[in-house]
């Protein structure tokens, strides 16, 4: 069968077209990012208005694209078997954009919505990198939004470990970007500063670095960073950045890192694998390569083109709905009468079917 997906739950508008083999056919991101830039950060109205905007644009571009990647022009919506759609969590404005999208386009075509997980979107992206990724394994969900260990116990079958008490990782980064005046989104930037930096330069808090449990906090070395800022610029100091990004990088990723050992040494899982933007973190891929595979674990990462908001880690757990049992897409919550639900929790929507990714 042939898949559409539609992510809208924050400032990308992303679509993708999968086969039955879990294969991208076509993968498409609009990103709404220039517009919140001098915000700092994504502003929920706007980012609803770009959906608007952009998704039927992005809707043409795939299908031309799977056309292309089938030898002809485009495809037309009668070519495809099932409509995937991210209907939580996020941004309840952006979510409903692509959500009223999917169902349209599931009522004119006749095929049936399949609601998905963003985060579930984010965990089984490592499907791409590592196709026979199989549970038991931990796996780390690091994100704008999000920070999280989670026990994949079986598909489907989630326990989560821990979660940030406060700020995500990836808020943290743009926070501290923010703080430089380097703009938003800050992972990308801070992280090739941080590529040449010292990370032993200045020391900063490794928060509940030892508190036993696989929570996190990363407000308290967020404004650590900045306290440090003020105070070198009122010193009459220059920053040098570099150094202090990869100071505050280094931080963050020995306490993802001892909390992670410590998560697959407790499950005494043989695998782990990391999702979300984050996960694009050069520093925090190879921190966990190293640290792992010394201990005979193995490690994921998704590919760098599937770490952020995309359609195609939507599209995977579509998939793996529909196999799971023809019935799911005729619950009474899937189906025209879904709703986007900007809290969902990470078991929401999943099955226990595996998923295809060749
Ligand atoms: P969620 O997935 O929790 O709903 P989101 O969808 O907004 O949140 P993602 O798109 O998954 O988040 O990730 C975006 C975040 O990833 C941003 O905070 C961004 O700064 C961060 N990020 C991107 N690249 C890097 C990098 N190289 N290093 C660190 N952080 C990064
Ligand atoms: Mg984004
Ligand atoms: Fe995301």
Redesign the pocket.
Known sequence: PLVLSVES????TAMALIDGHGRICANVVATSIDFHARFGG?VPEIASRKHVEAIVGVFEETMAQAGRHFGCDTLTADDLDAVGVTAG??LVGALVVGVAFAKGLSAAADLPLVPVN??EG?MLANLFAAPDLRPPFVAS??????TMLVHVRAWGDYQILGATIDD????A??KV?KALGLGY????V??RLAARGNRKAIHFPRAMMHSGDYRFSLSGLKTAVITYIEGEMRAGRPIDLPDLAASFEAAVIDVQVAKALAAVEETGVGDFCVG???A???Q?REAYVRKFSRRGVRVSVPPMAV???NGAMIAVCALRSLRADADFVERPETGLPLDARPNAQLSEWTSPAEPVVD
């Not at 739950?9 to 990308?12: F, G, K, Y």
């Not at 995500?168 to 808020?171: I, K, L, N, P, Y």
């Not at 989104?185 to 990308?188: F, L, S």
């Open positions: 739950s924050c400032d990308e994504v969590p996020g963003h985060l984010h969900l690091v994100s704008g939004g999000n995500a990782v990836g808020e980064f743009d970007a989104p800050g992972g990308p801070i992280s979300g933007g984050v694009a973190n050069p925090l770490c952020g908001d």
